[in-house]
């Protein structure tokens, strides 16, 4: 019971009875010292011991239901961090780079430069949710560059690095193109880089004209005022997400299907704890997952570089230098969590809300103490969610009653706490949809 603080948000009674406790304190009212010995042998003696055996029958009942029911969706948790390029540990076989590109400097110049703007680089920004709504779509800075022993003066601008918002919405297509549930990834490392462009028309006349040249963020002084001390340089967003190729398999026959091929797919190492993605491509008309094995619906025979996601469920390693938070979309293993995933029932009941709240992995951030039903929107700045590319549903935002979740921030000052309630809005809006959700800090 001393530990019931700490899980009262995972337990089937919203509060423990301790009955030796409550004896206890009764027997205090027994004035006469022989009877209250008497009743207490009696009662704790006695009762007590039944209480007790009853109480243990029940937590063993409560563990054998718990190991039968299967954890729903672990396959495709998904982690994210951040860390500078230098310190990428490519021999780390639970986190991958989000995109490739970024360990290739040069090439993503080439892709990202366009004849108005020069890439010069990629900052990540350690500021608040708030600070970060106020840097869509772009920023403008001054900077001065040295360049043939004279200082010139340059506009940069500052864009959210686009090429992260974009992996993610694919991922999310993949998530429908198989057929599997989709969870809120937490964005907030994701959100917090910017592209850095060089205005061309702010070059002088003798270097605009040549287009080979390439400017580099390190030669750059900007002048980014209030927030210098919030930028980092030189970082890249990794996951635990791995992109794989494969091909159809010469020695076993692709089984027809009316006048299409099914395929088995057996993918090298296959771990039954991971999950695991088909990217569709014109080649694929079905994808099902079965037990063990997925099934690829084709016109073709034979294929190759097809495309899968391996979604690695190992624990996270910290190789060396691997410093920042690691954002999770995990939930807490809990008997309730559990049994709601497979029954699919979900209780509308206070209790019940803030333990599907407080499983998520946000502890050491927020803590939910309230909520708030209105019908009017709060008077707090919104947060883009973090499933912007899902549509609103049957029920229009401005048709909805205003719940609002009230947080007691853990590290007030931290640049994720922000993102920690916007994580949490996100995913419980998917489940709540005849409420239009607000965090609130109190």
Not at 14 to 36: A, H, K, Q, S
Request: no cysteine; glycine share 4%.
């Amino acid at each position: 019971m001393k530990n019931w603080k700490e899980n009262n948000l995972s337990g089937m009674e919203e509060y423990p009875f301790d009955f030796r406790r409550y004896i206890e304190e009764r027997l205090r009212e027994i004035d006469d010292l022989g009877e209250r010995s008497f009743t207490k042998e009696v009662l704790l003696t006695g009762l007590g011991k039944a209480i007790q055996i009853t109480e243990e029958k029940y937590q063993a009942l409560e563990r054998r239901i718990y190991e039968e029911l299967e954890l729903q969706g672990s396959q495709f948790e998904v982690v994210t961090t951040v860390v500078r390029r230098e310190h990428y540990d490519a021999i780390n076989q639970t986190l991958f780079p989000v995109l490739e590109a970024d360990l290739q400097e040069q090439k993503l110049s080439e892709v990202l430069s366009s004849e108005q703007a020069m890439y010069a680089g990629t900052v990540f920004l350690k500021i608040s949710e708030a600070e970060l709504m106020s840097w869509r779509p772009e920023r403008r800075f001054v900077a001065f560059w040295e360049y043939q022993d004279q200082v010139e003066n340059v506009t940069i601008s500052v864009r959210p690095a686009k090429r992260y918002r974009q992996e993610v919405e694919r991922l999310y297509q993949m998530f429908q193109d198989n057929q599997i549930a989709w969870e809120t990834i937490h964005v907030g490392h994701l959100e917090r880089f910017f592209d850095v462009y060089i205005e061309t028309v702010s070059l002088p006349e003798r270097i605009s004209k040549k287009s080979s040249t390439q400017i580099l963020l390190s030669e750059l002084d900007i002048q980014w005022g209030d927030v210098e001390t919030k930028v980092e340089f030189g970082m890249i967003p990794l996951w635990n997400i791995e992109r794989l190729s494969f091909d159809s398999e010469k020695f076993k026959e692709a089984t027809i299907d009316g006048s299409y091929y099914a395929h088995d797919i057996n993918i090298k190492d296959w771990a039954e704890t991971d999950g695991y993605l088909i990217e569709k491509n014109e080649e694929i008309l079905e994808i099902r997952h079965e037990r063990k094995k997925i099934v690829i619906k084709s016109p073709k025979e034979e294929f190759r570089n097809w495309t899968v996601l391996h979604f690695t469920q190992k624990k996270t390693v910290r190789s060396l230098d691997y410093q920042e938070a690691l954002l999770t979309n995990h939930k807490r293993d809990t008997f309730l969590g559990r049994f709601s995933a497979g029954s699919g029932v979900r209780l509308m009941t206070k209790a019940d809300l803030f333990r599907r709240i407080m499983d998520l992995d946000i502890r050491e951030y927020i803590k939910v103490v309230g909520y708030e039903i209105s019908e009017a929107l709060p008077a707090i700045p919104e947060a883009e969610s973090m499933n912007w590319f899902i549509p609103e549903g049957l029920i229009p935002f401005n048709h909805r009653r205003f719940l609002s979740l009230q947080f007691e921030t853990i590290q007030p000052e931290h640049y994720l706490t922000g993102s920690m309630i916007n994580f949490v809005i996100s995913q419980l809006q998917m489940e709540l949809m005849e409420y239009y959700l607000v965090g609130v800090r109190v």
